[in-house]
């Protein structure tokens, strides 16, 4: 049983197959978004590029299709709280960064530039196969840095659309930021390409669909069941007991309670900050540190942990280094620890 299937708040909204729940981006709180990103591509000079977009199961373009899929769960707030329950729901600056993202495939595909011999003698081979798992080179400056991790390392394609998406992002400061950097002529590139197109229509003006919320029979709580990776095993295989002993006190009977505060309360105080800075630096899925930092909180309370409260900067600076090896240990490895 997973974890949501026991909240009776969520109870009414697990049998529902989503095509009957009547939802549409128009009107929809995921609608400003779209408009916000309309407007940044309109003031980059780019007149009749203006991507399609649709909800359906997660973000994405459909294979060379200049248009781009929203997941469904933004188009209702009671989804969306389903959504943080599960897997940490997106705030409105992640948002944005997932949909420059999509209009960059969507840029490349609409322009037919993956075709061209600059794109790919800058870019790599658009056929070049695409691995869900892939070892980046941390802090390679031939690429920029956009979504969470090293994902423009993943595929010429994910490659340019980051590209596009600094470059696309207003304030970005990409020709100051990347002074320097490998990933400054393909920044370069996305400019002189943007203005040569500004004023032509896309080769390919609309795109063809992938599945959509109207034609998704699944329920709610069978969608959730199919997505949601089960990595359990993950978690259930650390022994932290020694580092977390190491970390934090665990306090003597006689020793003032005024002093300290239980480590559990201090790392649910900063779990999302946490979460944040070691998704954003691992690349790790942000639901599965999410679920390492809770664990750990739940240890650190049956262990009755605690911390100095001089020492509280120090032990959130410890434990956030803790977590970021843990974390490449796993993006590296495919496990947190090694026997």
């Known amino acids: ?53 649709y909800l359906t199961d997660e973000w994405g373009c459909p294979n060379q299709e200049p248009v781009i899929g929203v997941p469904f769960y933004l188009a209702d707030p009671k989804l969306a709280a389903l959504e943080k329950a599960m897997n940490d729901l997106e705030d409105e600056h992640e948002i944005m960064m997932y949909l420059r993202h999509e209009a960059g495939h969507a840029f490349n595909y609409a322009y037919e530039l993956y075709r061209t011999d600059e794109w790919k003698a800058l870019f790599g081979p658009f056929r ?60 370069r590139y996305v400019d002189r390409i943007a203005r040569k197109v500004a004023d032509l229509p896309p080769v390919r003006p609309l795109g063809e669909t992938d599945v959509t919320v109207e034609q998704m029979e699944v329920t709610i709580g069978e969608f959730y069941r199919e997505t949601t990776p089960d990595e359990s095993h993950a978690i259930a295989e650390l022994a932290l007991d020694t580092d977390l002993t190491d970390i934090f006190i665990r306090p003597s009977p006689r020793r003032r309670r005024d002093g300290i505060r239980p480590a559990g309360e201090l790392l649910a105080e900063h779990r999302k900050d946490i979460t944040d800075k070691v998704t954003y630096w691992t690349g790790v899925r942000r639901p599965l540190v999410k679920r390492l930092i809770e664990s750990i909180e739940g240890r650190v309370g049956e262990l009755k942990l605690a911390v100095p409260k001089d020492r509280e900067a120090a032990a959130v600076v410890e434990i956030t280094a803790y977590l970021t090896t843990l974390a490449m240990n796993y993006l590296t490895r495919g496990r947190f620890t090694q026997p």
């Open 128 to 187: 070049r196969p695409y691995r869900e798992r892939y070892r980046p080179v941390p802090f390679s400056r031939r690429y920029v840095r956009h979504i969470a991790g090293w994902y423009a390392q993943k595929h010429p394609d994910e490659d340019f659309a980051e590209t596009f998406a600094v470059w696309l992002t207003p304030r970005s400061s990409w020709r100051r930021r990347y002074k320097g950097w490998g990933a400054l002529r393909k920044l």
């Open 1 to 53: 049983m997973h974890p949501f299937e026991k909240d009776p708040v969520h109870q009414e909204l697990l049998g529902k197959p989503i095509k009957d729940l009547g939802l549409r981006l128009e009107g929809s709180p995921i609608e400003k978004f779209v408009h916000q990103l309309h407007r940044e591509i309109e003031r980059k000079g780019l007149k009749h590029f203006r991507p399609m977009c």
